[in-house]
């Protein structure tokens, strides 16, 4: 290559090697770039290596695709190791045959997975994890493999052992030599907190076992221990941790530290300056960090010692979350300095599966740092009052007990800290950079910021601080922060339904033409759908086009392209001659059944050109709609209560169904969960619904904003020992007000999470009708119950609307042909997605 | 998009076959035909005062589902687009690509209407 530009040529092009390439490209184009990779792709993010196995594909994990490196003047060789340095003739040599010279040269190597040398460690079934390939290889042998363990109880091991529960390995072991989990992150105590939840998840845990020997013939079938015991598996990954990537520095000659790792000043260069090391293989001042934040940042310092600006690394804190499995863990700071250097304030709650400790100097003044196992919402925030040695408040044990006044505000947390605070660690973006950009360049979405200054592209775990960051600044600068709809609409989801109401908007594109812009789209159209429907209750079918497809069909879409039939069961009671109309139509039109999780049942499998006749014969028997495709009220569960039950104290069933049946069919901003309970004993889990109700020796307790789903929280106590008027009276209020003012697919939960002034303010308007709304709120509650209609009652007598449920409006007789089931225990299921 | 005469002689080799007739389409929203054993996808954008149609098939996860799909716009340019009822990938009715940033490409067809029936353009 004949070029006068000097030669910068990275080997490895992993993560790290793409950052220095993205960071010198940024900074300069005096350099010609040469990259060689050894492995197939080019640079993926590793970090999020497992989510692999949740569905993202090699291109989603790509740091930028091969066109990026084109695109910007970057020569990369993949699949093409370097197999030689020429430190003379300043040249590599590939396995290729590559002669490439070099004015620079940077080591990106990283490091491969370190295999402890066992006996029997080279039988088929055993795996390293490290690269996608790695993942394939895993993934291949999962299917016909039962048992399986992994060596090594670190972040990765654990990491890794949850991969293996989501491929369907049931129990899967976790061996560990030390006397604890996760030995370099946290401590004794914080390890038994940690695995009393990860056996909860299904993981067993096997400590202070040192693995002696691997059985089987070929392939592993058991783990043998020094302490003569064994377990059978079938398939072995090992994460006992890293080993550096230094064999070509040695075989050139340049510095290695005792235990391996390229040695590197403060410069980045190693023993020869001009050559550098990056990332996982380099060793500076004895430590290598296995973490890419560092490898980030020393990407950063070779950059600017190629371009002559003063830089130099100085340590990295190891501060890290564990991520994935669903727990939280994290450690920050100094986790494992103790008395008499600091003072410690432990919280052990293994009731709640809570243990968080944080280490406090011994003037009380600063917080060194931490360990929190079960809970890490404050993990930004603790992280920053150490990296910004903010001085503590009076009380530090607040830090983890959370203040015990009222309600603390998140967002202020961070607006508080100074402006060159790293809010993202891994792009190195200060505080100050964030500010910057939301209040000069008027970036105000997540997104923007994310392309702006990068932080949150990474790791992502400074997402919610960037949030409140945002959030924060708007204020400050006293704009207001609305969200609006989407392109189409600049209200928030309130203020539309206001404008719909008192100008008697009817349908949608009336409001398009009053207050949007544009043809709408897939956001807008259910939102007015689901705000038209509210407010005035008609049949939504006859805006059929403006409704998201379940409600266009009255129906839930299910994979392949049936839909589910699901009649309203109110309170989950039933008669045996209403089951036997059940299994008989579902046995006509040769559905799936199922008992769903609110009490009632669902019938899978029907084709749309079904339905009509479905429901025709449902509601002759008395069914009625179950509205399971909307954003409506769903189930109101019960339990049995005082008609049979030798504790019940009140008859929960008859008011369950009084409930459900007073506010079926009510369309919301999401949908709707209610319970009763006969006692406190609680069957019908009513705390975990928008609205429980629970009997009360004297009456009826009432909770709001209980959600199940993927962050389950309690329903909070509204009002205690009421009768059940006046129970009804507070749902009409609560529903109605909620109705109004929440934003687009919001439930309760997050909605009170969201109120200013939280629960108290909810309290004062719903109790004490402290905005003077509750007169109104009633009587819109009562228009919308009185005017309940089955929307399938509708269509199945309407032969204008029954000709939609077609699948061919050509040929309406045919069913679609490529609709396929598989045969399933006596049932059917649906084909899988291809 | 509806065709103007001159545009359609200049497009001999287009062949028009009867899709179905123009109420058959629900307004503001899409419908599905079958030709010879093709799925095609038929929109009545009434408010644009415009037709189009595209394979039935979403390329996602290979559902025949985006006549069921919600229809409007995006952009300062009103491209017109449908969003599957699946997992809410979109899709630009004038050239067939994927809107929500995928590498999928949906077959697009000429649509014209005469007396109250619609007509699809199959090459
Ligand atoms: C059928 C059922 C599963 C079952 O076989 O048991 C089910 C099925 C679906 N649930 Fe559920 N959920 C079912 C009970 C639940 C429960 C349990 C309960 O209600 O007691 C929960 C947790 C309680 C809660 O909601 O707080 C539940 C929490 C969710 C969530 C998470 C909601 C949240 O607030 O985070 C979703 C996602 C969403 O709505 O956005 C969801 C979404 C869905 C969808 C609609 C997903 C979809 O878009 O296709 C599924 C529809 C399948 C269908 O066609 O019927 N489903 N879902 C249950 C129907 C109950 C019923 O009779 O209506
Ligand atoms: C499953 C998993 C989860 C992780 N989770 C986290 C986490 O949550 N947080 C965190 O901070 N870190 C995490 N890490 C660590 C993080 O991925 C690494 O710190 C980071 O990838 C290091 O980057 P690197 O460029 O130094 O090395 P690598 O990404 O390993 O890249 C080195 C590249 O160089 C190539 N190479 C080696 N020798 C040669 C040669 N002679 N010629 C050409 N190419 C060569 C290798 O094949 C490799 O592609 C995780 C790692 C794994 C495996
Ligand atoms: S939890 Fe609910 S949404 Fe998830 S697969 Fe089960 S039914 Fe579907
Ligand atoms: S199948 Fe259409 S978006 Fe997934």
Redesign the pocket.
């Known amino acids: 290559m004949t070029t006068t530009k000097p030669a910068v040529v990275i080997i490895g092009n992993g993560m790290v090697s793409y950052k220095f390439c993205e960071k010198l490209i940024a900074k300069t184009s005096n350099f010609e770039i040469i990259v060689f990779g050894e492995e197939s792709r080019p640079a993926y993010d590793r970090v999020h290596l497992s989510e692999y196995f949740n569905g993202k594909s090699a291109e989603d994990l790509s740091m930028s695709p091969l066109t990026w490196y084109a695109e910007n003047g970057i020569h990369l060789h993949l699949n093409d190791p370097v197999k030689e340095i020429n430190r003379e003739e300043k040249t590599v040599h590939t396995l290729k045959g590559i002669n490439q010279h070099y004015d620079y040269l940077i080591l990106a190597t990283g490091s491969s997975a370190f295999v402890p040398d066992i006996p029997g460690i080279e039988k088929q079934g055993v795996f390293v994890y490290r690269t996608i390939e790695d993942l394939d290889l895993i993934l291949a042998y999962a299917a016909n493999a039962k048992e399986a363990a992994v060596i090594g109880g670190g972040l990765l091991g654990l990491e890794a052992a949850k991969a293996l529960i989501d491929l369907g390995i049931k129990e899967p072991h976790v061996i560990e030599f030390a006397p604890r989990l996760m030995p370099r992150q946290i401590d004794q105590a914080g390890s038994k907190m940690l695995q009393m939840k990860l056996n909860e998840l299904g993981l067993k845990i096997h400590l202070n076992k040192s693995t002696s020997r691997i059985g089987g013939e070929d392939k592993i079938d058991a783990l043998h221990f020094a302490d003569d015991t064994q377990i059978p598996v079938d398939m072995l990954i090992i994460s006992a941790g890293i080993r550096p990537r230094d064999e070509l520095a040695q075989l050139s000659g340049l510095k290695i530290g005792t235990r391996g790792g390229v040695v590197v000043n403060d410069y980045m260069q190693t023993s020869d300056e001009s050559i550098f090391a990056i990332g996982e293989c380099a060793l500076h001042e004895g430590m290598i960090y296995g973490l890419v934040a560092p490898g980030y940042e020393m990407a950063d310092v070779a950059v600017n010692t190629l371009c002559n600006s003063e830089k130099s690394f100085s340590g990295y804190d190891m501060s890290t979350k564990l991520k994935l499995i669903g727990i939280d863990v994290a450690s920050f700071g100094d986790p494992f300095i103790a008395e008499p250097d600091c003072r410690s304030i432990v919280m052990d709650d293994s009731h709640k599966g809570v243990y968080k400790r944080i280490n406090i100097s011994n003037d009380g003044k600063h917080l060194l740092g931490g360990i929190l196992v079960g809970d890490a919402t404050s993990y930004n925030m603790l992280l920053q009052t150490v990296k910004n040695h903010i001085i503590l408040p009076p009380n530090p044990e607040d830090l983890i007990l959370g203040s015990r006044g009222e309600s603390t505000n998140e967002g202020s947390g961070a607006m508080s800290l100074p402006d060159d605070a790293l809010i993202c660690s891994c792009e190195s973006v200060s505080k100050g950079a964030i500010l910057h950009a939301v209040k000069e360049d008027h970036i105000t979405t997540l997104d923007g910021i994310k392309k702006c200054t990068k932080a949150g592209t990474c790791c992502g775990g400074c997402v919610p601080m960037v949030k409140d960051l945002i959030a924060g600044s708007l204020k400050e600068s006293g704009i207001y922060v609305k969200n609006v709809i989407c392109e189409h609409f600049n209200y928030s989801r309130q203020e539309l339904l206001d404008v719909i109401k008192i100008n008697n908007v009817k349908i949608y594109d009336e409001a398009l033409d009053h207050f949007g812009k544009g043809d709408g789209c897939e956001t807008c159209k259910p939102v007015v759908a689901s705000i038209l429907s509210s407010l005035w209750n008609d049949v939504i079918v006859k805006q059929g086009t403006t409704q998201d497809s379940?409600d266009r069909y009255l129906?839930?879409?299910?994979k392949g392209g049936t839909?589910?039939v699901?009649p309203r069961i109110p309170g989950g009671e039933i008669t045996p001659d209403k089951l036997i109309i059940l299994g008989q139509i579902a046995k006509k039109y040769a559905l799936y059944t199922?008992?769903?999780?609110?009490?009632?049942i669902?019938m899978?499998g029907a084709h749309v050109n079904d339905l009509p006749d479905i429901w025709e014969e449902l509601i002759d028997a008395g069914f009625e709609s179950?509205h399971?495709?909307g954003k409506a009220l769903?189930?109101v569960?019960s339990c049995v209560g005082s008609t049979w039950c030798r504790f019940g104290l009140h008859d929960s069933v008859s008011f369950a169904i009084e409930i459900e049946e007073r506010y079926r069919g009510i369309r919301a901003p999401?949908?709707i969960?209610g319970?009763v309970s006969g006692c406190v004993r609680e069957c019908a889990?009513a705390q975990?619904?928008?609205f429980g109700i629970i009997a009360t020796e004297k009456g009826w307790n009432l909770y709001i904003c209980?959600?199940?789903?993927?962050?389950?929280q309690h329903a909070q106590l509204l009002a205690s020992d009421i009768d059940k008027e006046t129970c009804i009276k507070y749902i009409d209020r609560f529903l109605m007000f909620y109705i109004k003012t929440a934003d687009p697919?919001t439930?309760t939960?997050?909605w009170l999470n969201k109120m200013e002034g939280g629960l108290p303010y909810l309290k004062n308007v719903i109790l004490n009708d402290s905005i003077e709304i509750c007169g109104q709120l009633e009587s819109e509650m009562q228009g919308l119950v009185d005017s309940f209609h089955c929307e399938w009652k509708e269509v199945v007598n309407n032969p204008e609307l029954r000709k939609r449920f077609v699948h061919f409006v050509n040929a309406p007789e045919k069913k679609d042909p490529t609709v396929e089931f598989d045969s399933f225990r006596t049932q059917i299921k649906a084909k899988d997605w291809l | 998009m509806i065709n103007t005469d001159t545009e359609l002689q200049a497009e001999a080799s287009i062949q028009w076959i009867l899709a179905c007739k123009e109420e058959d389409v629900p307004e503001n929203g899409g419908a599905c035909i079958n030709y010879k054993g093709e799925q095609i996808a038929i929109f009545n954008f009434t408010r644009r005062k415009e037709w189009y149609a595209t394979q039935n098939l979403c390329p996602h996860k290979q559902q025949m589902a985006l006549a069921r799909g919600m229809i409007g716009s995006a952009g300062e340019s009103c491209e017109p687009k449908v969003a599957c009822p699946f997992h809410k990938k979109t899709f630009s009715l004038l050239s067939g690509e994927c809107t929500s940033g995928e590498d999928y490409t949906i077959k697009t067809y000429p649509v014209k209407l005469s007396a109250g029936q619609v007509f699809i353009g199959i090459q």
Do not use: W
């Open positions: 379940n129906a839930n879409i299910q839909y589910s699901v199922k008992i769903t999780g609110g009490q009632r669902d899978f179950g399971a495709y769903r189930t569960k999401h949908k969960k319970g889990e975990s619904k928008d209980g959600n199940g789903g993927s962050k389950p697919l439930r939960a997050t």
